[in-house]
């Protein structure tokens, strides 16, 4: 398995399993990208071949089996459970949901397929029934006040791909780039700035 849980606070770790015909087994799956623990202890894992397994009914493996919910060129990166239902992200403008963790379909949203496909998501966040989806390129950013049901685009007025990002509230927000890049918002997501930024070119001398 490469999905591991701390029992002690982080002080030591084991690798997760789950019950397997009476034994205690590692979760089938590896190149784990992402993983998610629902308020009821369920667990959701995605792995960089496009293959999820999520825990559905009672926890049991009984109830989870190992499917392949995106092709491998599309390669998962975010997985996130909204309360009523689970969305996955990933490369080349990937965007899915499940209401059950087995069945997907593609979320529709407000880019052309073309610009789709050259969209590389990396991490979800929500608050409420607003959801934030970011990626590459971190030019934009996808809201959904109606928890996923619609999208749309926000501009965040740089270039630089956005790797994680994160809301305290409706309003409050940040997401984090490479080259020390902070973004922040304080309207939900509608405008952002930088909060801060360090060297935007770097140059090589050989």
């Known amino acids: 398995t490469s999905l591991f849980e701390s029992l002690d606070g982080g002080r030591t770790w084991r690798g997760v399993q789950r019950p397997l015909a009476g034994h205690p ?12 623990l629902t308020s009821s202890g369920h667990v959701g894992v995605i792995d960089s071949l496009g293959r999820a397994y999520i825990d559905t009914a009672t926890g049991t493996s009984q109830d989870a089996s190992l499917l392949t919910i995106s092709e491998p060129n599309r390669p998962l990166h975010g997985l996130h459970f909204t309360g009523s239902h689970w969305i996955a992200c990933g490369a080349q403008g990937e965007l899915i949901t499940s209401l059950d963790g087995i069945h997907w379909s593609d979320a529709v ?14 991490a979800i966040s929500q608050i409420g029934e607003r959801i934030w989806v970011c990626g590459q390129p ?19 007025g740089q270039t630089l791909p956005l790797s994680a990002l994160q809301f305290i509230d409706h309003n ?20 952002w700035y930088a909060q801060r930024s360090s060297a935007r070119r770097l140059g090589m001398l050989a």
């Open 25 to 36: 087994a590692p979760l089938p799956i590896g190149h784990t990208t992402a993983a998610e």
């Open 109 to 122: 949203v407000p880019l052309s397929p073309t610009a789709q496909r050259l969209c590389h998501w990396q």
């Open 138 to 156: 971190g030019s934009i950013v996808l809201t959904s006040d109606d928890c996923g049901s619609t999208w749309q685009v926000r501009h965040t």
């Open 172 to 191: 409050r927000g940040w997401a984090t780039g490479p080259m020390g890049l902070v973004l922040a918002t304080r309207d939900g997501g509608h405008s």
